[in-house]
């Protein structure tokens, strides 16, 4: 029985980590091109905290994705798929060359997250804010179960501008839910602009702790800090937790970072090219 | 056609839905460990308390957050629980619709969304409160199976048989006690209407509330020398293809009667299949095309046309329509 579980990260693991992040960007550039279409910017920006999860710090087992203590992963943020996508095969549900057959008719993996298609998806995403309301769902069924899960659930911050996030926020605390750990990938972009333009989402912190949560803020692309704050929130009782996380939308590629325009676009062969010219040869 | 012994229809014994849905989901809660119930701030009218009183480790309640009651439900069922969700049926299928459709219907989690309070018998709340749309809401929806109950015998039933499917159901049980039709020999299954008077001359496809209604329907029509068919059709989705056939086929002439709008609910379902396989005049008895108001229950069902006096006279009009199209298909 294969199960994944890392001890806490010394420095070699740091630099394993570093590499599966960069390749994990090499796949979901070489997807969303074949694909035609996709949403490059924010699968870029969650890589580091997906690896994070996937790769030294969640219990579960790739041959048995349903396996019953297995901790659980929620993209709320859903069109980031192709970074889940990415993690899962490279974590082993399933073979890395599906990832060229993303959105593609018949294919496994659809163009949002699709829990009966796709191994390791926990639930269908896509429509933004109901993420969370699942993930307190499923955290509070292990809890009923007596089983030491955990729930971690990824947010886009445009995503925070949906009513619907809130009201899960409150249910979280009010049911003490703390096998649940959110993070929410700022990476201060939206789809008509910077989201300070658009729908101003701060004060964000304050938000999330006056709405009974234990809040770390750090920088998203940082392994030290992720597992620094995922450490803190496995200490926090009695309250769920959230992970603010500074990102760059579209990071690790010159011309992808910190562009509204590449939310919802996949990358040109030429930008490919560019991209890889930038991230070194994938394997 | 399916034949089963009834209670008399006097109309002595009068059952709340929603108090059978109380009493009967505290029962399952002890049979099957894996039933969680949620609710958004109404369990004393929906009666899910009484599940809380039993279970309180077992049951959430979400507070005024629909939207949150139906993804928390959705988590709940891929966390492995049959959750049942409960809440006034505008706000169950309403604000959470899009929830639904995303959380659950689209991965087709096995949530059973247990709504009170469907139609204008909600009262004196009026309009804001009252849905004439839920049936067609959920009916949309590929993957969801819907119940609506006639009365309280088959509401106790109905839940037996939605705890052991697997899938997601909306049930809409309503505000008022119903007069007890069924008795306890009677057989529900989900997908399967069920003839509760015999007749050759028209048929009258109820569901729900206006079930009662169409009974008596049929013994005024009966002094009209007309004998009317009465089909309790309780699954609106999937629905009973073949019961409505075969009842076509020998009464050439359907009224359809339900506390719902015209547009997208048991009649359109009904009209639907008739129209593509068997088409025979049909007149389709609900609210028209309106929102509710206020009221009372019985003073909305009259202001509405919800009576047996609205399904005997459009049951006289099919059957006159069915006689001035005839030809070699009437009888």
């Known amino acids: 029985m294969e199960k994944r579980f890392y001890t806490m990260a010394p420095e070699e693991n740091r630099d394993k980590l570093t590499e599966i992040a960069r390749l994990i960007r090499i796949d979901i550039l070489k997807m969303l091109n074949r694909a035609g279409s996709g949403h490059t910017g924010g699968s870029l920006s969650a890589v580091e905290i997906l690896t994070a999860l996937y790769f030294s710090r969640m219990r579960y087992d790739p041959k048995r994705p349903r396996w019953e203590d297995r901790d659980r992963f929620i993209l709320s943020k859903g069109h980031a798929a192709p970074a889940l996508y990415a993690t899962l095969a490279r974590a082993g549900y399933f073979p890395r060359e599906e990832l060229m057959s993303l959105r593609k008719l018949g294919s496994r993996l659809q163009g949002h997250p699709d829990m009966k298609t796709t191994p390791g998806v926990e639930v269908s995403t896509g429509s933004l804010g109901q993420g969370l309301s699942m993930a307190n769902g499923m955290a509070l069924a292990a809890r009923l179960d007596g089983k030491k899960s955990r729930v971690y659930v990824l947010m886009g911050d445009g995503e925070q501008q949906e009513g619907q996030i809130w009201e899960a926020a409150m249910t979280s605390s009010h049911y003490k839910i703390d096998n649940l750990c959110g993070f929410v990938d700022r990476n201060g972009l939206q789809i008509d602009g910077p989201t300070k333009e658009i729908m101003d989402i701060d004060p964000l912190v304050n938000k999330w702790k006056a709405f009974g949560w234990h809040v770390s803020a750090i920088d998203g692309h940082s392994f030290t800090e992720i597992f620094s704050a995922l450490d803190e929130a496995e200490t926090v009782k009695r309250m769920p937790s959230i992970i603010i996380a500074s990102t760059v939308k579209g990071k690790g590629v010159s011309i992808f970072e910190n562009k509204v325009k590449y939310h919802g676009v996949a990358p040109t062969d030429e930008e490919l090219k560019i991209a890889l010219s930038e991230l070194g040869e994938g394997d | ?331």
């Open chain 2, 1 to 331: 056609m399916r034949r089963h012994s009834l209670a008399e229809i006097e109309f002595k014994k009068y059952l709340g839905t929603r108090d059978v849905y109380g009493d009967t989901l505290a029962l399952l809660g002890e049979k099957y460990h894996d039933i969680v119930v949620l609710d958004a701030d109404l369990s004393g009218s929906t009666k899910t308390s009484v599940f809380a009183k039993k279970f309180p480790s077992r049951f959430f309640n979400m507070g005024v957050s629909e939207q949150d009651l139906m993804g928390t439900a959705a988590g709940f069922a891929a966390g492995g629980k049959i959750p049942f969700a409960s809440t006034f049926a505008i706000f169950a299928t309403g604000k959470a619709w899009e929830q639904i459709r995303q959380s659950i219907a689209y991965p087709s989690l096995n949530v059973k969304i247990v709504a009170t309070h469907g139609g204008i018998t909600v009262g004196e709340d009026g309009g804001s409160h009252q849905t004439t749309e839920d049936i067609s809401l959920m009916r949309i929806l590929p993957t969801m199976t819907v119940v609506v109950p006639a009365d309280g015998i088959e509401t106790r039933k109905a839940l037996e048989a939605i705890v052991l499917h697997k899938g997601p159901v909306y049930m809409r049980l309503s505000r008022l006690k119903f007069p007890v039709i069924f008795d306890d020999s009677y057989a529900f299954r989900i997908g399967k209407g069920s003839i509760v008077r015999e007749g050759r001359d028209v048929t009258v496809f109820a569901c729900g509330y206006m079930l009662a209604p169409a009974l008596r329907a049929r013994e005024m029509l009966r002094e009209n020398g007309v004998q009317a068919q009465v089909v309790n059709i309780s699954t609106i989705k999937p629905i009973d293809e073949d019961l409505i056939l075969s009842c076509a086929k020998v009464t050439q002439s359907i009224v359809t009667a339900e506390e719902h709008s015209i547009i997208g609910g048991l009649g359109s379902a009904v009209a639907e299949v008739i129209s593509e396989k068997h088409p025979v005049p049909l007149r389709r008895i609900g609210v028209r095309d309106r929102f509710g108001t206020s009221g009372s229950a019985e003073e909305l069902v009259q202001y509405f046309g919800l009576t047996p006096e609205a399904i005997a006279k459009a049951a006289l009009e099919v059957i006159h329509m069915k006689q001035n199209t005839s030809g070699s298909e009437s009888r």
